[in-house]
């Protein structure tokens, strides 16, 4: 053999070599991770929705948990309309800003959450001086003024924003909330094109809940389509996933991702938890105004989550990851809908003053005994 063809043999052996060591050193991190954010790293965003107290890092035990396994965070009330702008003019930025702080303290992934909902709007918003509708010109003003204002605030700092929540209605129709009926459809166009205006790089959502009914689904494709096809920005479709152990199916959840990715959008779970108490009545989906009266019968679990109970949380849990890890080409974020099961909504609503069990962690911050099974599905 030549001393040439020695060197090249040499050379792609050594090549092999490291090809199998660099091969061999991955598998080795993602087969000891112990931490969600670890475990889906390359996949997609985990993270999770904070409460002022964890904003403010009030409770440790909470933010061990926030910084240890999660990479992303929205907020769960602080940044709504009602709390930044509670009177024309007036902004109250302390929470949204020590928000904001937090996340790039922990180098996160930020999401601002939400610009234009029919709830949690200041009353203001809607109203002349004389307590009477505002004009269509009016509002569409009011609108244009907080989304410069907030998105201009964070411009640049926050990755993501949920520009329009839930305006479509289960049947797949438009909600005929304020904004609709004094503004019209275009106002969801509108406000995606004043929050591009304000930060030209941020990524803009729409989001929503119930987005595996087909009606609703189809209603949320059209609206969004419409806004695309006029040349507005949006970058992608947030589904909520409050779901329960026996809604929505993982099919109808599996056809909303492919139906949102074929618009060309990212797919976001924004909002999840999994509630294992019973739901008051049939096809509830997520809309805060609803409200079931308490019955004993509504609230089995206040001592406890039992062992067959938590198993049935935990393959719902497992079958949902599964889902999303099967489609990671399409999810760019996997959002739960708080940290640990004290800090859930789902504790009062749709039935007020009830013990629910919907997250991955428990009341004192501990790992429910299936989260280490999700962090081996990654693997």
């Not at 050379?11 to 000891?32: F, R």
């Not at 005929?176 to 969801?188: A, L, P, T």
């Not at 039992?306 to 393959?315: E, S, T, V, Y």
């Not at 889902?323 to 039935?351: A, C, E, F, M």
């Amino acid at each position: 053999m030549n001393i040439v063809k020695k060197i090249l043999l040499l050379g792609v052996a050594s090549v092999c070599v490291a090809c199998s060591s660099t091969k061999s050193q991955t598998a080795k991190t993602s087969a000891s991770a112990t931490t969600l954010k670890d475990a889906f790293a390359n996949k997609f965003y985990i993270g999770t929705a904070l409460n002022l107290n964890q904003i403010w890092e009030r409770t440790d035990k909470a933010n061990d948990v926030v910084e240890t396994h999660f990479n992303s965070i929205v907020a769960e009330n602080c940044m709504k309309s009602e709390n930044l702008q509670p009177q024309e003019g007036v902004f109250d930025f302390k929470d949204a800003d020590k928000f904001v702080e937090y996340g790039e303290k922990h180098g996160m992934h930020i999401v601002g959450h939400t610009l234009i909902w029919h709830s949690q709007a200041p009353a203001w918003f809607f109203k002349d001086a004389n307590g009477n509708d505002v004009s269509r010109e009016v509002l569409i003003e009011r609108m244009r003024k907080h989304i410069h204002t907030v998105v201009g605030r964070y411009k640049g700092r926050i990755h993501g924003w949920d520009v329009v929540n839930e305006a479509i209605l289960d049947n797949g129709e438009f909600r005929k909330s304020k904004f609709y009926q004094i503004v019209g459809e275009d106002f969801i166009e509108l406000a995606f094109k004043f929050a591009h205006e304000a930060d030209p790089e941020t990524e803009l959502y729409y989001n929503d809940y119930s987005t595996a009914l087909p009606a609703k689904r189809e209603g949320i494709y059209k609206m969004v389509k419409q806004v695309l096809d006029k040349g507005g920005k949006v970058h992608g479709i947030g589904m909520q996933e409050h779901n329960g152990l026996d809604h929505p199916s993982i099919q109808e959840t599996e056809n909303s991702i492919n139906r949102f990715a074929s618009l060309g959008l990212k797919v976001m779970v924004t909002e999840m938890e999994i509630s294992v108490l019973p739901h008051g009545r049939p096809n509830m989906g997520a809309e805060i105004s609803d409200r079931v009266a308490y019955r004993k019968e509504l609230n089995p679990y206040v001592d406890g989550l039992p062992a067959d109970k938590m198993q049935q949380l935990g393959d719902r849990y497992k079958a949902f990851f599964a889902l999303y890890l099967k489609h990671q080409d399409k999810i760019d974020r996997v959002t739960l809908w708080g940290v640990g099961d004290g800090d859930s909504w789902k504790n009062g609503w749709p039935v007020p003053g009830r013990t629910d069990y919907p997250l991955l962690f428990d009341r004192d911050y501990q790992p429910k005994p299936f989260v280490q099974d999700i962090i081996n599905l990654a693997k």
